[in-house]
């Protein structure tokens, strides 16, 4: 059942531990040392715990602990855009939301249905675990092509299709008891900057950013999304003073002008976009915010607030307004456990998605079917740590990885192409040696196929190879699914989800 109500906390220092959400190592929680320290957070009135890695039951269990120990439900967060997967283990994996757009075609009632379904999936397993504050989705709309950090968890490029998909996340999410969170306020799509490595400046117009990346923010406001995370960025038009820590941004544009009257959260706090600044935690919540999410250190960062409030610069009435808000989301929290999650179904519909998505960019008649008996080589680059143990290898005589490939004189060639969009990575695509030798590579071949397993992006480098096919996913399911498309034995179904070029060439 809903809490009715819950009680104010009683002292200053216990309502700044509510306006924090800490990290939560699910790896760490066999320690009884670790799980002491996380106690020692929930008896300190901490508002919750975005919990990364960890397996299915103890995480489950231990979530489920602290509720029991908390005199204020706890929000417990996590990034979840591919499926609880991404930080449990035993649950389910489902594709990124590039993949999602490729799939689903908005426009037919069937599709719809399968997003549904999927949504509610991640849905059921998120609160089988005790997860009730999914950061999903994300509305940037990848308008970079080197956009390091956004890229493939991005639907698309196109912002009404990126409003569209998110505001069904967001309704199916609420309605199944979650607090649904738009990301990263007012758009992080066009930059090649990672946030967690530098602060990223989106250099355009007020105009410019209101009709594309603050669009989808816009709809997702309308259908109900309950919190919206903001991106650490500099946005002149907008404001100097980067994103995190703009009263104009934060109180002026989300709050005022667009109306939003749910939960602000920060970004990540341990990120380095903001590590130039002063009292970052009092700064974020001048600006506006609400919850400040993943401080480098929970107890250091009420420290710091206690002293701008006795100084002066932060008020207990900024405070009291984001505890108001925060206990008032608390208070519609569900503690019940959907009765019988189906992880085996969920499984079959992940890969269902996965098949539906593989995208034939461009296309030349008489390659396909690659048969067992077929005289290919395949060739891997990229990031090796996914090509290293990838399942194509079993599938062809001839394999190499990029950097020890000589001759292909005449052959039919697969380049696989690996990419992973990642915090603190830096890039997302592959790097200029490797393209330089592809494409010299691809000259010398009969016939040749280019598979982007990860970021479609890097297909706009090859357009001279015969055969160029986006997969958007490095998992194995992804992989497979190409296999089964290259033998023929399902078609490509999916539809690029972006523009891999100004000219429209690669638009099917």
């Known amino acids: ?5 819950i009680a104010q906390p009683d002292s200053l220092e216990k309502k700044l531990y509510q306006l924090i959400v800490s990290r939560l190592d699910g790896d760490k929680i066999k320690s009884i040392a670790y799980q002491k320290q996380i106690i020692k957070l929930v008896q300190k009135n901490i508002g919750g715990f975005i919990i990364f890695g960890g397996k ?11 509720q029991s120990i908390s005199k204020t439900p706890l929000f417990i967060a996590s990034d979840i855009e591919r499926g609880v997967q991404q930080q449990i283990k035993n649950t389910t994996s489902f594709p990124c939301q590039m993949a999602v757009a490729a799939a689903i075609d908005r426009k037919k009632p069937e599709d719809i249905s399968i997003l549904q379904n999927a949504i509610k999936a991640i849905a059921g397993e998120a609160k089988d675990i005790g997860i009730n504050m999914p950061l999903i989705p994300v509305l940037d709309v990848n308008q970079n092509p080197d956009n ?12 009404e299709d990126v409003a569209w998909f998110g505001s069904e996340y967001i309704r199916i999410l609420e309605v199944e008891g979650l607090i649904s969170c738009a990301k990263h306020f007012p758009g992080h799509g066009d930059t090649s900057t990672d946030s967690h490595i530098s602060l990223p400046v989106i250099t355009k117009s007020l105009k410019d950013l209101k009709a594309v990346d603050i669009l989808p923010f816009a709809k997702a406001i309308k259908t109900g999304v309950s919190s919206i995370m903001a991106g650490h960025l500099s946005v002149p038009a907008l404001d100097l003073k980067p994103s995190s820590l703009s009263r104009k941004m934060i109180t002026g544009l989300l709050r005022k002008e667009l109306g939003f009257k749910g939960l602000i959260l920060t970004d990540a706090l341990n990120m380095n976009a903001l590590k130039d600044f002063g009292n970052v935690p009092a700064e974020c919540l001048n600006a506006g915010f609400d919850i400040l999410l993943h401080p480098a250190d929970a107890d250091l960062t009420v420290k710091e607030l206690l002293s701008a409030v006795k100084s002066k610069k932060l008020s207990e009435d900024r405070i009291d307004a984001s505890i108001d808000r925060i206990l008032k989301i608390k208070a519609k929290l569900q503690d019940k456990k959907p009765a019988d999650v189906k992880y085996n179904e969920h499984e079959r519909l992940s890969v269902y998605i996965t098949k539906k998505s593989i995208t034939l960019v461009k296309s030349k008649s008489g390659i396909l079917p690659v048969t067992k008996n077929s005289s290919v080589h395949l060739i891997l680059a990229g990031d090796n740590k996914f090509y290293y143990s990838s399942p194509l290898k079993k599938y062809f005589k001839h394999v190499s990885a990029i950097t020890n ?11 696989s192409l690996f990419t992973n969009v990642a915090a603190w990575k830096g890039s997302s695509g592959i790097s200029d040696t490797e393209k330089q030798k592809i494409t010299e590579l691809i000259k010398q071949t009969g016939n040749s196929i280019v598979i982007s397993f990860g970021s479609p992006y890097v297909l706009r480098h090859f357009r001279e190879a015969d055969m160029l096919i986006a997969a958007y996913d490095v998992t194995e399911q992804a992989q497979k699914a190409v296999m089964k498309c290259l033998r023929e034995e399902i078609e490509f179904k999916g539809r690029l989800p ?10 099917l």
Not at 1 to 5: A, E, G, L, Q, R
Not at 498 to 507: I, K, M, Q, S, T
């Open 498 to 507: 972006v523009n891999l070029d100004n000219r429209g060439a690669f638009e």
């Open 56 to 66: 299915k039951d103890k995480a489950k269990n231990f979530v489920s602990t602290l």
């Open 148 to 159: 390091p950090i956004i890229c493939t968890r991005a639907f698309s490029d196109n912002p």
């Open 1 to 5: 059942m809903p809490i009715s109500k």
């Open 405 to 415: 490939t000589e001759n292909l004189k005449n052959e039919t060639a697969i380049f």
